[in-house]
């Protein structure tokens, strides 16, 4: 079980896998679940490591003078993904 949640399942889902007659299809369902959300998350994070990156990186070094940081913010403010506002400028 600490392995389960090592790996990121909830305590829900940890006590549904671990109940006696839990189904090979309903198994794979939550791993292929929980997969799909690693997957997610490292991309959010990836998204967010080339943003600091540039902030730590940036000729400007102070944000309000980046010119790229103020396109970012306004998009982000206008309802654009981070991801997106982000690609546009570079």
Known sequence: MLF????????AEV?????AGTRTARWSSLVE???????????????????LEHSRDCPAKDPSRCPRF??????RLSGTSLE???AAVH
């Open 84 to 86: 997106d506002s982000h």
């Open 15 to 19: 006590a549904e896998l671990t109940r």
């Open 70 to 75: 103020c396109s970012i913010v306004d998009a």
């Open 4 to 11: 389960l949640r090592d790996v990121g399942f909830s305590l």
């Open 33 to 51: 679940r929980k997969l799909a959300a690693l997957a997610e998350q490292e991309h959010h994070l990836l998204i967010a490591r080339t943003a």
